[in-house]
């Protein structure tokens, strides 16, 4: 059977792929906290994860549906496809809400991931105290990732791909933005105008290194998943938890650096709203603050029908 004959697109699963990709394009905000919350989650890391032996000995014994059946071909391919034109259409989009509307838009992530916390310590069900540990720790660890300075340098070719590798398992992981990883890295700025500016090389190399991140650490993931499952849900939660840190919406600048002619910041505080130099836009923080708990829960309501 030829593979144009196993092709088929579901507009849901990429309708969920746009989402996962704006989230990624915000820095702090993971699309793997919309998987999660759209249940396509552990879908997309079992899927991710069975590209290997077993799948490519089909591929080159040219089994074509063996192939595209064992690495569920048609939901990869629907998501990777809404991700694109997330990123495709949307890069421009969201580079202007980070400089204009700041605190609407950290607020509106922030009350999606805390609802999103909610969600996922509902999901996992009972609450175990052997469990609490991890989640203290997923926390620990995606506030001190983003408390981190980030950096800015010219970057070579093999940065450019060690880029997209370390920042592809951010990407999957709810609560460590992939986007944030390379603001520390000092690559946001450049991959973001490299989309903007369609300058392929650099965004093939960088893509390269996605796809390679994301094949090891997805079997990592998947494992912990089928040995672990309680735990696992338990350190994403964490990590969500984390993350809040980055999202707060005041923030006082402490430094900053011109990079490629923009300004870039390099250090911040969080502080509280009635503290904030400018206008706080506090009734615009809570009201987007209320609509991102609320997607969250429009978006666990559609995937329930869709379950049942």
């Not at 032996?53 to 014994?61: D, E, F, G, R, V």
Request: net charge positive; proline share 4%; charged share 10%.
């Amino acid at each position: 059977m030829k593979l144009w004959q196993l092709l088929r697109f579901h507009p849901t699963i990429w309708v969920k792929g746009i989402l996962m990709g704006m989230a990624d394009l915000i820095p702090g905000v993971s699309g793997g906290t919309v998987a999660l919350i759209t249940g396509i989650y552990e879908k997309l890391i079992f899927s991710i994860g069975a590209i290997g032996k077993n799948s490519l000995t089909c591929l080159w014994k040219g089994r074509i549906a063996c192939f595209w059946n064992r690495i569920n071909g048609n939901f990869l391919l629907s998501l990777g496809a809404g991700i694109l034109t997330s990123v495709l259409l949307f890069s421009k989009l969201i580079t202007f809400l980070l400089q204009h509307f700041p605190i609407p838009l950290w607020s509106f992530f922030s009350g999606l991931i805390l609802a999103s916390i909610i969600f996922i310590l509902k999901e996992s069900g009972k609450i175990r105290l052997s469990s609490i540990p991890f989640f203290i720790i997923g926390a620990a660890s995606a506030y001190w990732v983003t408390s981190l300075a980030p950096e800015h340098h010219s970057p070579s070719r093999l940065f450019i791909f060690l880029s997209g590798a370390i920042a592809s398992t951010a990407m999957i992981l709810p609560g460590i933005s992939g986007s944030y990883i390379l603001v520390i890295l000092g690559m946001y700025a450049y991959i973001l105008n490299a989309v903007n500016q369609r300058r392929f090389a650099v965004l093939l190399i960088f893509s390269s290194g996605v796809v390679g991140g994301l094949l090891l650490f997805s079997r990592f993931l998947k494992w912990l998943f089928a040995h672990h499952p309680h735990i696992t849900l338990f350190t994403l939660a964490g990590f969500m938890a984390g993350s809040l840190n980055k999202v707060w919406p005041w923030k006082k600048i402490l430094k900053t650096a011109t990079v490629n002619g923009k300004e870039m910041v390099l250090e911040s505080l969080n502080i509280a709203p009635w503290h904030y130099e400018d206008n706080p836009q506090f009734l615009w923080a809570v009201t987007m603050f209320l609509t991102g708990m609320l997607l969250v829960f429009v978006l666990e309501k559609t995937t329930e029908n869709e379950e049942k």
